[in-house]
């Protein structure tokens, strides 16, 4: 009775795992892609963020020690 009543649904649940599966499959590689998204962004802040960095360190090196100092004295508590 039980085999009777397998065969007669086998189909159907065989369509329904295959159907399981591939929502499954969807979602990880969907996943996996904003996984790749999300790092590339982050690589594109991280070199935003240097080239910031370099060109910030670049004027202050150009800059004479009194221009610094009074650059600096705009982010100190204490004044000077």
Known sequence: ML???LAQFAPYLVG????????????????SRGSTDAKAKLAQADAKAVKTARKVEDD???SSDPDVDRRLS???RDKR
């Open 3 to 5: 085999s009777a009543l």
């Open 16 to 31: 329904a795992l295959a159907l399981i599966g591939g929502i499954a499959a969807a979602y990880l590689k969907g996943r």
């Open 60 to 62: 202050v090196r150009k």
């Open 74 to 76: 705009q982010w100190m």
